[in-house]
């Protein structure tokens, strides 16, 4: 566990601790080299919710303009907007594959979020209707590595 101030900790449980309850005690420091328990309680324990793969902030599939994909190049995950705890994940990799008129095009494998140039001039030069495809997405946190789901765009 560690102090977040003001009464607030985060605690970190192995993920082999979900699904069970655990019991949690507090105490108060009297002063004095002296502490006091002030009561237990039970947790439940509950596994970490897949997070969300987007271009930018927000795209997740559908017909989008080349500008709007040019003006977010990276891939973003994220948790859902109720999802309680501050939890950031890293993108580690993902595979980008464009299909223009029913050809798929060879896989461009990417390293970190951003689109690196190759990707870029491909959005740049695609014609209206050629299929973008983000897929192999993988992701890591303190929660550990997770692979989402693929993204496709069509482009406008």
């Known amino acids: 566990a560690s102090s977040l101030g003001?009464?607030?900790y985060d605690v970190t449980v192995p993920q082999n601790?979900?699904?069970?309850?655990?019991?949690?005690s507090i105490s108060a420091d009297m002063?004095?080299?002296k502490s006091q328990a002030m009561g237990k309680t039970q947790f439940r324990i509950k596994p970490v919710p897949e997070p969300t793969a987007?271009?930018?902030?927000?795209?997740?599939?559908?017909?989008?303009?080349?500008?709007?994909l040019l003006t977010n190049p990276l891939i973003v995950?994220?948790?859902?907007?109720?999802?309680n705890y501050e939890l950031r994940w890293n993108v580690i990799s993902y595979t980008v594959t464009f299909v223009k008129n029913n050809v798929e095009e060879a896989p461009i494998t990417v390293r970190g979020p951003r689109f690196p140039d190759n990707v870029v001039s491909k959005?740049?030069?695609?014609?209206a209707g050629t299929q973008m495809e983000i897929s192999n997405i993988k992701v890591q946190s303190i929660a550990g590595a997770r692979?989402?789901?693929?993204?496709?765009?069509?482009?406008?």
């Open 31 to 33: 002063g004095g080299g």
């Open 77 to 83: 995950a994220q948790m859902s907007k109720d999802f």
């Open 123 to 127: 959005i740049r030069s695609a014609s």
């Open 17 to 24: 601790m979900a699904g069970k309850t655990v019991e949690g």
């Open 6 to 8: 003001g009464g607030r």
């Open 54 to 68: 987007t271009i930018g902030a927000n795209i997740t599939s559908g017909r989008q303009s080349k500008d709007v």
């Open 147 to 156: 692979s989402l789901k693929t993204i496709l765009v069509r482009i406008k």
